[in-house]
């Protein structure tokens, strides 16, 4: 079993920055992809970005060239830089992990961001 905590949400203003940081305890010698989604309010939960072990990521195309993610493997955390935040990326925000890109993972229980003047 696996335990995902977030941490970093907030409130921030259009074309300002945050830093969300997952910290992943229990089961984690099987956690090969961990990363992001989102769900805003009224949407379904989408990908926001993961990122394997190995180093490979996957984006979605809204965040291309604002978000990174980046990982700890050694201490087990993935982190999220948000950049140019704008008021499409209000949403809660959830940690996920898995043995593998397409199987079945462990949630967070989500951090909530908010980009409002």
């Known amino acids: 079993q696996v335990q995902l905590v977030e941490s970093g949400g907030g409130l921030v203003q259009p074309g300002g920055s945050l830093r969300l940081s997952c910290a992943a305890s229990g089961s984690t010698f099987r956690l090969n992809v961990m990363g992001w989604y989102r769900q805003a309010p009224g949407k379904q939960r989408e990908l926001v970005a993961l990122?394997?072990?190995?180093?490979?990521?996957n984006y979605a195309d809204s965040v291309i060239g604002r978000f990174t993610i980046s990982r700890d493997n050694g201490k087990n955390m993935v982190y999220l830089q948000m950049d140019s935040l704008n008021f499409e990326d209000t949403a809660v925000y959830y940690c996920?992990?898995?043995?593998?890109?397409?199987?079945?993972?462990?949630w967070g229980q989500g951090t909530q961001v908010t980009v409002s003047s």
């Open positions: 996920w992990a898995a043995s593998s890109w397409s199987s079945g993972g462990s």
């Open positions: 990122m394997s072990s190995g180093g490979p990521t």
